[in-house]
Antibody, heavy 119, light 107 residues
């Protein structure tokens, strides 16, 4: 069974960079798209972007100027960097697999990690 | 950007009741519509992909239908463990978007 685990600081200061890593276990990162999704406290889900194992990316235009998603296939990990954060970026951040065989549903999710932006 | 609108926002239901949640897209998305269940303090879980395909391990009481702009998630006989917020998600066009969620409360 594929498992995903987010890791990174739970507190980031305003104007700094949020950095998270998702470690994939129980399966290979190769051959799939991988996504970041976030959820502000008490609110709905927002897609941040995805990366293909080969490195191709696609970002939400609302965040595109501030984000970078990268992949390290040797470590079975992919990462998110969100620059110039504000309180509005406070959210639970999830990593998820975009299902294979031509499916673009998010079939496996990490447990999520709460990132708070505060001084 | 494709906007997904779910209805209702909230529903209080009794066990064994049949429940229907709808998701309407702002433009045609074919069958590229997926449904997730999120229980309190948990990550979302995929229930239905591509409008009507059940994901592995999902109880048979969950089913989906629809195409184009109008979609439905049905729970045939509600169980107490189905208390959750349900989200639809479209993968027809970028950026991917989600509905605002429908919260089901068990009476």
């Amino acid at each position: 069974q594929v498992q995903l685990q987010e890791s990174g600081p739970g507190l980031v200061k305003p104007s700094e960079t949020l950095s998270l890593t998702c470690t994939v276990s129980g399966g290979s990162i190769n051959g799939y798209y991988w996504s970041w999704i976030r959820q502000p406290p008490g609110k709905g889900l927002e897609w941040i972007g995805y990366i293909y194992y080969s490195g191709t990316t696609n970002y939400n235009p609302s965040l595109k100027s501030r984000i970078t998603i990268s992949v390290d296939t040797s470590k079975n990990q992919f990462s998110l960097k969100l620059r110039s954060v504000t309180a509005a970026d406070t959210a639970v951040y999830y990593c998820a697999r975009v299902g294979g065989s031509g499916s673009f549903a998010f079939d496996y999710w990490g447990q999520g990690t709460l990132v708070t932006v505060s001084s | 950007e494709i906007v997904l609108t779910q209805s209702p926002d909230f529903q209080s239901v009794t066990p064994k009741e049949r429940v229907t949640i709808t998701c309407r897209a702002s433009q045609s998305i074919g069958s590229s519509l997926h449904w997730y269940q999120q229980k309190s303090d948990q990550s979302p879980k995929l229930l239905i992909k591509y409008a009507s395909q059940s994901f592995s391990g999902v109880p048979s009481r969950f089913s989906g239908s629809g195409s184009g702009t109008d979609f439905t998630l049905t729970i045939s006989s509600l169980e107490a463990e189905d208390a959750a917020t349900y989200y639809c998600h479209q993968s027809s066009g970028l950026p991917y978007t989600f509905g605002q969620g429908t919260k089901l409360e068990i009476k």
